[in-house]
Nanobody
Framework: VQLQASGGGLVQAGGSLRLSCAAS????????MGWFRQAPGKEREFVTG????????ASADSVKGRFTVSRDNAKNTIYLQMNSLKPEDTAVYFC????????????????WGQGTLVTVSS
């Protein structure tokens, strides 16, 4: 499975961005999908995940109420709507595909793609 994230950019604190991740080369609907991020000098961090049907989600406490993950199985694409952005959200965001939500939240996944940089200015 190949994953390509897009939609990053520079935004002021309090603003919004929508990231997309297009998948190809596999059975998209069979995977739990998610977003991770990594800021300079910090460890990779789980952000949010969504199950195969799109009904079940999980998110890190730091983004709950601000970030929303969704998927379109017909388009083999997942999205991350980010609102009320903060400078501490600045990171490279990349999407992943895995077997189940428990694995994802434990930073175990099967595929990951190139990230997209999100920079939030204060």
């Amino acid at each position: 499975v190949q994953l390509q994230a897009s939609g990053g950019g520079l935004v002021q604190a309090g603003g919004s961005l929508r990231l997309s991740c297009a998948a190809s080369g596999g059975t998209f609907r069979s995977y739990v999908m998610g977003w991770f991020r990594q800021a300079p000098g910090k460890e990779r961090e789980f952000v949010t995940g969504i199950n195969q049907s799109g009904i079940g989600t999980a998110s890190a406490d730091s983004v709950k109420g601000r970030f929303t993950v969704s998927r379109d199985n017909a388009k083999n694409t997942i999205y991350l709507q980010m609102n009320s952005l903060k400078p501490e959200d600045t990171a490279v965001y990349f999407c992943v595909a895995g077997q189940d939500m428990g694995a994802l939240t434990s930073r175990r996944y099967d595929y990951w793609g190139q990230g997209t940089l999100v920079t939030v200015s204060s």
